[in-house]
């Protein structure tokens, strides 16, 4: 028996209402984890170069969710998965940042407290 598209439409349409109840029992077992927010003041952070390279440095902590760096207030602001990143796992990786003949270095200003959620 040959399928027309409406009919094979219809059968994946079927499939997936059967389906989604799995996919959202799944989802609902699964929560998304706990974040929490650092603000560290950052040294030398003059520029759109330094800005990505201590970015770019920090993005690649295991756990780090989002990084944003402000060049105007010298701060950045980093969520991380609750627990998987410590404030002193932060500034070494700034202090570790690598670019051109800048180093950088970093204080905690804020942190660790609770990530606002984006709506």
């Known amino acids: 028996m040959k399928l027309g598209l409406r009919s094979r439409r219809q059968m994946l349409a079927i499939a997936f209402v059967m389906l989604a109840p799995i996919g959202l029992a799944v989802g609902q077992s699964a929560q998304a984890p706990a974040k929490e927010q650092f603000v560290l003041s950052v040294s030398r952070l003059r520029c759109e170069e330094c800005r990505e390279i201590v970015e770019s440095a920090l993005a690649k902590l295991d756990g780090v969710v989002d990084v944003y760096a402000s060049v105007l207030a010298s701060e950045v602001e980093v969520t991380a998965v609750k627990g998987k990143v410590?404030?002193?796992?932060?500034?070494?990786?700034?202090?570790?940042a690598e670019g051109g003949v800048q180093k950088y270095s970093a204080t905690l200003k804020h942190g660790p407290t609770p990530a606002k959620e984006v709506q």
């Open 86 to 96: 410590t404030a002193e796992q932060l500034i070494a990786a700034v202090a570790k």
